[in-house]
């Protein structure tokens, strides 16, 4: 079974701290994507990375940054954290169009619930 | 612009109610289509998915045709149970040359009570 892990289910963090979201999937998965989920807005497409070292902005990177040094690991940088990033971050992975098709599914991490106060 | 539109929730049903839930898209191109569950405390799943028109994705008792001449893609189940309480997603998916592009509906919401 594809395991995507989040290394923190809840986390708190002050205003101005710069905060590390780390995700880790276990299933050699080219792709990886950084979303967050609000009430009412649903998921929303942070940053996404296609292979090692390359990455992309999705529809809200404001305020974020990512890093993909390895291929199992993925992570989400919040640069100088505000309380409007209080969220839950989700983490997803997945094949690349060309190993398992156009239609590879999305396998997420259970999410980490990111307070900042 | 491409979109999807579920139905608002929550929706809450009796066990072994039929379940409806309607999902709506606009896409230009040709889109698979999606529906991903998210249990309490979970991330999200697939549920099921179709990648042409008239194709019919099921699982776990849950049905959801791609048509084409409605662009809908409404997940059904006949009979609902309590561990079906979750929340939903309908998603589409397209290319953009090498790039894929995933659309999410906001999700809805579903209580089955006992």
């Known amino acids: 079974d594809v395991k995507v892990t989040q290394s923190s289910r809840y986390l708190v963090k002050r205003t101005g701290e710069k905060v590390f979201l780390e995700c880790v999937q276990d299933m050699d998965h080219e792709n990886m994507f950084w979303y967050r989920q609000d009430p009412g807005l649903g998921l929303r497409l942070i940053y996404f990375?296609?292979?090692?070292?390359?990455?992309e902005k999705g529809d809200i990177p404001e305020g974020y940054s990512v890093s993909r040094e390895k291929k199992e690991r993925f992570s989400l940088i919040l640069e100088s954290a505000s309380t409007s990033q209080t969220s839950m971050y989700l983490c997803?992975?997945?094949?690349?169009?060309?190993?398992?098709?156009?239609?590879?599914?999305?396998?997420f991490g259970n999410g980490t619930r990111l307070t900042v106060t | 612009g491409d979109s999807v539109t579920q139905m608002e929730g929550p929706v809450t049903l009796s066990e072994e109610a039929f379940l409806t839930i309607n999902c709506t898209y606009t896409?230009?191109?040709?889109?698979?289509l999606f529906w991903y569950v998210q249990y309490p405390g979970e991330g999200l799943q697939l549920l099921l998915k179709?990648?042409?028109a008239d194709d019919k994705g099921s699982n776990k008792g849950f049905e959801a045709t791609y048509r084409k001449e409605t662009t809908s893609f409404h997940l059904e189940k006949g009979s609902v149970q309590v561990s079906d309480s979750a929340v939903y997603f309908c998603?589409?998916?397209?290319?953009?040359?090498?790039?894929?592009?995933?659309?999410w509906g906001l999700g809805t919401s579903l209580a089955v009570n006992p």
């Open positions: 179709a990648t042409k």
């Open positions: 997803a992975s997945s094949y690349s169009a060309g190993r398992q098709g156009r239609n590879s599914p999305l396998h």
């Open positions: 990375s296609y292979d090692v070292k390359m990455k």
């Open positions: 896409a230009t191109g040709y889109p698979s």
């Open positions: 998603a589409l998916s397209l290319y953009a040359g090498n790039n894929r592009k995933l659309i």
